[in-house]
């Protein structure tokens, strides 16, 4: 396809994963940058995301936002990245895991927001070890999440894996690390590192 990919990020948001994946599909895109109390919340933009907020895709006519929706719509339009997995069922299976309840069981922790012990039920994720123990058990038993290959699955994880690290060392969970490790090798993502950490220098 060659229509042109406008991506709408912030170099200290959830966009990092995204330039990751279009690093790793290979095709060209134009960066448009964005404030997050600024230009995020002007009409032009408003127009692209109503909720104000980053990353997006504009590809043609498509738009593309939230970052499960925008990688799997990548992988899936560029087929020749083998960023799809070979297990379909397993790919979508841990693309949502990881939007979902790892996501959210990580941000409601670091958030300080407790659930009641009686009340696990009543979450998707019921809790943080819960989801990490799950994820734990996925990347012991098998090299990759969806299949004999790294996928836009892999890439969510490790791109949330990344950012829960920073401020949890996750020492109890040796498998996530040597997952970790594997993914970090990826050239993909020291490219896409190395322009948000410029990018982020230049507005710091």
């Given amino acids: ?44 933009y408003l127009a692209i995301n109503p909720m104000g907020k980053v990353p997006a895709i504009r590809h043609g006519k498509t738009v593309v ?19 799809v997995g070979t297990d379909k069922g ?18 409601d922790d670091a958030m300080g927001f407790a659930v009641p012990a009686d009340k696990e039920g009543m979450i998707g994720y019921g809790t943080l070890k819960r989801a990490l123990d799950t994820l734990e058990g996925a990347v012991t038993a098998h090299t990759w999440l969806a299949g004999e290959r790294f996928s836009a699955a892999d890439l969510y994880a490790g791109g949330l894996i990344g950012w829960i690290l920073r401020s949890a ?7 996530i690390h040597a997952y970790f490790d594997r993914i970090k090798m990826r050239p993909a993502l020291a490219r896409a590192n190395n322009m948000d950490n410029a990018l982020a220098t230049q507005k710091g």
Wanted: glycine content about 6%.
């Fill in 1 to 44: 396809m060659t229509d042109k990919i406008t991506f709408y990020t912030n170099p200290q948001s959830r966009g990092r994963t995204v330039r990751w994946m279009l690093e790793e599909i290979g095709v060209p895109y134009e960066t448009v940058v964005l404030d997050f109390a600024t230009t995020m919340k002007a009409p032009d």
């Fill in 65 to 83: 936002t939230e970052v499960a929706a925008i990688l799997t719509y990548l992988a899936e339009t560029f087929p020749a990245a083998g960023l």
């Fill in 90 to 107: 397993a790919y979508y299976r841990w693309l949502y895991f990881v939007a979902g309840p790892l996501e959210y069981a990580f941000v």
């Fill in 169 to 175: 060392p996750l020492t109890e969970f040796p498998g």
